[in-house]
């Protein structure tokens, strides 16, 4: 089984763990409910000390629901060269990022340090446990993080944390930065948060997003809806570079979300949206709709539109 499909998403199950375990389990339920996240988006309240920074022994099943959360995994490589994927993201700060080892080796997620480079914030895992090992930091400062594998320092990641926010009627839209300035030739995939203003959160059970996107004529390029049970939508949009069909929404893929519950409910997490866009130097937009809440549809979805790429740069 895949093992994002076991982590606890809002659920009740008993689970034989060690005493020092079951202490990190029970604390890292008690994080600032995502209602407090509205004010000023979810960057001040989201860097819980007792996941951050914590490496755990296989298997772990933990709390992330009140955690926006984006999963990296070093996948098993039968040659032995295994990587980060993915290896470069650009996320909001506040968000965490959790690396799943499923190669059959140690690794480390270790920031690098050089005459010209200093990590905004350092990170050391320590020896990430083999066949499903973890590790979670979350990024409450801003910048560019290069790390690699001590176990293997050919193997290189980076993620950078950006304070963008633009506002909305209904929604705040933080921004992943990595990919601005934009480029069309160089388009970096990128993570962006929609924090509702208007709507309570986290609701009873889900909020229901309608996420379209459109081209530089307001055309609709692709649709699609989401669930998520912490009321706050993460995005990762993943540019592709074809040149033919544009316009189809065969040429689009979506997955997600990077954790998700036994039973497939209450589940959080980033969702990723990867095609043909911002592949060419002209105005895209993204059109955000809540059209249920706790399952009841709403008479009048909830709605914003903000342009891509994001105007802001920070």
Do not use: C
């Not at 320092?153 to 950006?162: A, D, E, K, Q």
């Amino acid at each position: 089984m895949n093992r994002n499909l076991v982590l606890l998403k809002g659920h009740t199950k008993t689970i034989a763990v060690t005493s020092s375990l079951a202490s990190f389990i029970i604390l890292g339920l008690v994080v600032a409910a995502p209602s407090l996240y509205a004010a000023k988006a979810y960057a001040q309240v989201s860097t819980s000390p007792i996941l951050s920074g914590t490496t755990f022994p296989p298997p772990i099943f933990h709390q992330l629901r009140n955690q926006p959360s984006y999963s990296i995994t070093i996948p098993f490589n039968s040659q032995g060269t295994p990587s980060f994927e993915p290896a470069d993201i650009s996320i909001p700060t506040g968000m965490t990022a959790i690396w799943f080892n499923d190669d059959n080796a140690l690794h480390t997620v270790t920031t690098m340090f050089n005459s010209t480079y200093t990590p905004p914030t350092t990170i050391n895992s320590g020896p990430i446990p083999s066949n499903g090992g973890s590790f979670i930091h979350t990024f409450a400062k801003a910048g560019t993080y290069d790390y690699y594998d001590q176990f293997d320092p050919s193997i290189h990641g980076r993620i950078t944390v950006s304070t963008g926010m633009e506002t909305g009627k209904n929604f705040n839209m933080l921004v992943g930065g990595g990919g601005l300035p934009f480029d069309p030739s160089h388009a970096k995939r990128f993570v962006l948060t929609f924090v509702p203003k208007t709507v309570k959160i986290p609701p009873t059970i889900a909020l229901t997003y309608n996420v379209t996107l459109l081209n530089s004529t307001g055309k609709s390029i692709y649709s699609h809806r989401y669930d998520t049970a912490d009321g706050i939508l993460d995005m990762e949009l993943v540019p592709t570079h074809k040149s033919l069909s544009k316009n189809a929404t065969t040429d689009f893929a979506t997955w997600g979300p990077d954790f998700i519950g036994q039973e497939a409910v209450r589940s959080t997490g980033t969702f990723h949206i990867k095609g043909p866009i911002l592949v060419d130097n002209s105005p895209y937009s993204i059109k955000v709709a809540i059209v249920a809440n706790s399952n009841s549809i709403l008479p009048t979805p909830i709605v914003d539109t903000f342009v891509l790429p994001p105007n802001t740069s920070k």
